[in-house]
């Protein structure tokens, strides 16, 4: 059973930083993506990054590009969201998603497995 556990959400501060991770289990991900969603409440769930987990090629957000970074380890069966810089408008819950590679990456339906979300506050 495929499980994607994330980690690394807080409270921290306008221009800090977070890492994120997500703990991929459950199958072989090496003809799939890896994906970060956001959340807030209220609103529709907006991509964030996604990599593919075999070549590392990544797609970026317009709104956080430059800012967060998205990379794998594929020995850790792990993928990270590097957030610099963050704005109290990042505050949302992050959630990690694996879908099958060539899909549309930004689409909520191209994604097979979601994980429970971490939540990230980024204070004024």
């Known amino acids: 059973q495929v499980q994607l556990v994330e980690s690394g959400g807080g409270l921290v501060q306008a221009g800090g930083s977070l890492r994120l991770s997500c703990a991929a289990s459950?199958?072989?991900?090496?003809?799939?993506?890896l994906a970060w969603f956001r959340q807030v409440p209220g609103k529709e769930r907006e991509f964030v990054a996604a990599?593919?987990?075999?070549?590392?090629?990544?797609y970026v957000a317009g709104s956080v590009k430059g800012r967060f970074t998205i990379s794998r380890d594929v020995a850790k069966n792990t993928v990270y969201l590097q957030m610099n810089s963050l704005k109290p408008e990042d505050t949302a819950v992050y959630y990690c998603?694996?879908?099958?590679?060539?899909?549309?990456?930004?689409?909520?339906?191209?994604?097979?497995?979601w994980g429970k979300g971490t939540l990230v506050t980024v204070s004024s």
């Open positions: 459950g199958r072989s991900f090496s003809n799939f993506a």
């Open positions: 998603a694996a879908g099958p590679l060539g899909v549309i990456y930004y689409q909520l339906d191209s994604y097979d497995y």
């Open positions: 990599i593919t987990w075999s070549g590392g090629t990544t």
